[in-house]
């Protein structure tokens, strides 16, 4: 059954702690993506990395990390650096191609500062 | 940055009320998608627009994608409680800049039965 595979679905975070959510895929595609949501906004991208071994930086990647050692793993760090970390993220690939077919997300994670 | 107005962000219907959500870009956009999102879910992804004056249906719900391509917007003809979410427009620039969408701030849907 292929899909995106996010984890935990739940995290809490203490004060100057770094977390890290895992995102893996077996669609067998290349692009990856992070975003970020937060209530009554949309979703703003953090990282994405079109192939293995590289990265760029979206929107608002202060305070985050992520690597791209295998195709079918993107894991997002939350550094103590980024400081309002509690939203909702959302790990999404994109299917190669003209892209008809839209962005597949994953079931996303709550992080949540305690 | 670009950004993708979503309007509205908020709409009650009753149901078997009609639904319509607008989204506008001050940029000439490469494509648009469409997204829809249930309560406690993710996005899932409705459609993609990439033809200037574009329209397409799939059953009850029309997509619009302006001859400017600049503008969108979805709209939902005589409403069931299945369609309760949040919709959001997710525009594509093209050139140079970060890759990925630049999602509107999406507009719930309320149905009142």
């Known amino acids: 059954d292929g899909g995106i595979t996010q984890s935990p679905k739940y995290l809490f975070r203490k004060e100057g702690q770094n977390v890290t959510l895992s995102c893996e895929q077996n669609l067998n595609h290349d692009a990856m993506y992070w975003y970020r949501q937060d209530p009554g906004q949309g979703l703003r991208l953090i990282y994405y990395?079109?192939?293995?071994?590289?990265?760029q930086k979206g929107d608002i990647a202060e305070g985050y990390s992520v690597s791209r050692e295998k195709k079918e793993s993107f894991p997002l760090t939350v550094t103590s650096a980024q400081k309002n970390p509690t939203a909702f993220y959302l790990c999404?690939?994109?299917?190669?191609?003209?892209?008809?077919?839209?962005?597949?997300f994953g079931s996303g994670t709550r992080l949540t500062v305690v | 940055g670009q950004q993708v107005m979503q309007i509205p962000q908020y709409q009650h219907v009753q149901e078997g009320e009609d639904f319509t959500t607008y989204c506008n870009s001050s940029t000439t956009l490469s494509n648009i998608q469409w997204y829809k999102q249930r309560p406690g879910g993710h996005p899932v992804f409705l459609i993609q627009l990439v033809k200037s004056g574009e329209v397409k249906k799939q059953k009850r719900l029309t997509f619009q994608f302006g001859e400017a391509k600049k503008n969108s917007s979805l709209h939902i003809t005589a409403t069931q409680t299945t369609d309760v979410g949040t919709y959001f427009c997710a525009g594509k620039y093209s050139g140079g800049g970060a890759d990925g969408l630049t999602f509107g701030k999406g507009t719930h849907l309320i149905i009142q039965p």
């Open positions: 999404a690939t994109k299917s190669p191609g003209q892209g008809a077919y839209g962005y597949t």
């Open positions: 990395s079109q192939i293995v071994n590289d990265f």
